[in-house]
């Protein structure tokens, strides 16, 4: 005798819920967020209940494309394959269907209602059911002032957890935290050549979503009480573990601005007397941690430097390089001297402070080398007598290089 799902039904059903792999317990976890989000947007005081469960909303949103791709994949495989409407995976999709209707109902109502007629003729509305959740977080938001004057409480409505630019910011203040909290010993590298590329990586996602997350205080919260309540914490060294929306912001802003501190420090005491900007933090992580690879490395103008910048911070960098130690072997030295004389070559046409003081450290270390016979408490860089012609009055970059050069092989000779 055969059994009873031998013909008709190609699985079991008790290994229907098996073959949706992890797709099951997207639509549990689904089923559970509609019921919850449909007893808020269905209550009398759906804005004051919208206001505490912003996270649950955005959830939902942020879930929605991969829920009806789920359930349109779900409902082709049960009508081909002929499973059971009693099933539990069958049961559960037609729930989940319901459900999702009735939101998509309680949205467009809710919308609707605080909806103005120039806006309804102008604007046709959000055309997917989690556009229509955000558009309705956003009118909720709007719809200030908020009950109670609280301001904390005003910060964590207008900052859920699950905000895409919260979650990048402290991805990167994770980054931060784990590079610079440890403690610093004398003598040792602020972050190594894989940290220093994590770094470059990481600075602009920072940067980016703490500029995101204060445009949107700013967007609701029109008074900016909320906003300066923030900013006069965030420079506080975090004391306990972050839970709502406001505290992690202030962890990844506290360990951002530490991050920017630190790495401009070691930055501007290995390219003085060039002092790197802003935006180019991370490209000089990148091109420092791959100097130890590859020691040629040319610092790329095609980001955020011009070709004439580029050289002035190369000049710099290796100009540092050689003052700080003298490399071993003929060749050696004959590489790092013809290494920045092309630097100096590529940086020949800038002009300015930073240049300026880049010659001027170009004509200090002509002195110093030049001085080798003087004892240390006789000299003066004032009344020296530079080797290599007088190089005082000479701005040519690469004719300092090539002073500099023969001073110190003078020297060394």
Avoid: I
């Amino acid at each position: 005798m055969g059994g009873p799902y031998d013909e008709g039904v190609a699985t079991r059903p008790d290994d229907l819920r098996a073959r949706l792999e992890d797709r099951a317990d997207l639509l549990e976890a689904t089923r559970l967020r509609y019921r919850a989000l449909k007893g808020v947007l269905e209550s009398f005081f759906w804005k004051d209940r919208l206001r505490n469960h912003f996270e649950l909303l955005r959830e939902v949103a942020a879930d929605q494309p991969e829920v009806d791709a789920t359930l349109a994949a779900m409902r082709r495989r049960v009508e081909a394959e002929g499973w059971p409407r009693d099933a539990a995976p069958v049961r559960l999709m037609h729930e989940v269907e319901r459900l999702r209707e009735a939101v998509e109902r309680a949205a467009e109502r809710r919308l609707s209602a605080s909806a103005s007629p120039a806006s309804d003729a102008e604007d046709a509305g959000p055309a997917t059911l989690g556009a229509r959740l955000l558009r309705l977080e956003a009118e909720v938001l709007d719809a200030a002032p908020f009950l109670g004057g609280r301001v904390w409480a005003q910060a964590v409505e207008l900052l859920p957890r699950n905000l895409p630019e919260l979650r990048a910011a402290c991805a990167a203040g994770e980054v931060f935290e784990r590079v610079f909290k440890r403690p610093v010993t004398e003598g040792a590298p602020a972050f190594s050549d894989d940290e220093a590329r994590e770094l470059a990586r990481a600075l602009p996602l920072g940067a980016a979503a703490l500029v995101a997350l204060w445009e949107r205080l700013e967007r609701y919260d029109s008074r900016g009480r909320v906003k300066d309540f923030l900013q006069r914490r965030m420079r506080r060294a975090p004391t306990r573990v972050a839970r709502s929306g406001p505290e992690l912001l202030l962890h990844a802003a506290f360990w951002h601005d530490v991050a920017r501190v630190r790495v401009r420090a070691v930055l501007e005491a290995e390219l003085a007397p060039v002092v790197p900007r802003e935006a180019e933090l991370p490209a000089l992580l990148s091109w420092r941690a791959a100097l130890s690879e590859d020691p040629a490395l040319r610092l790329s103008a095609r980001s955020v430097f011009t070709e004439g910048r580029a050289g002035l911070v190369e000049t710099a960098a290796a100009l540092a390089a050689l003052s700080r130690e003298r490399p071993r072997g003929a060749w050696s030295e004959e590489v790092a001297w013809s290494r920045l004389e092309q630097a100096a070559l590529r940086a020949r046409a800038e002009d300015g402070p930073e240049a300026e003081a880049l010659r001027d450290a170009l004509r200090l270390f002509v002195m110093l080398r030049g001085q080798a016979r003087t004892p240390a408490r006789l000299f003066s860089p004032e009344h020296a007598k530079p080797a290599g012609g007088d190089v005082a009055k000479n701005r040519d970059l690469v004719a300092l290089v090539q002073a500099a050069r023969h001073a110190a092989l003078k020297q060394g000779g």
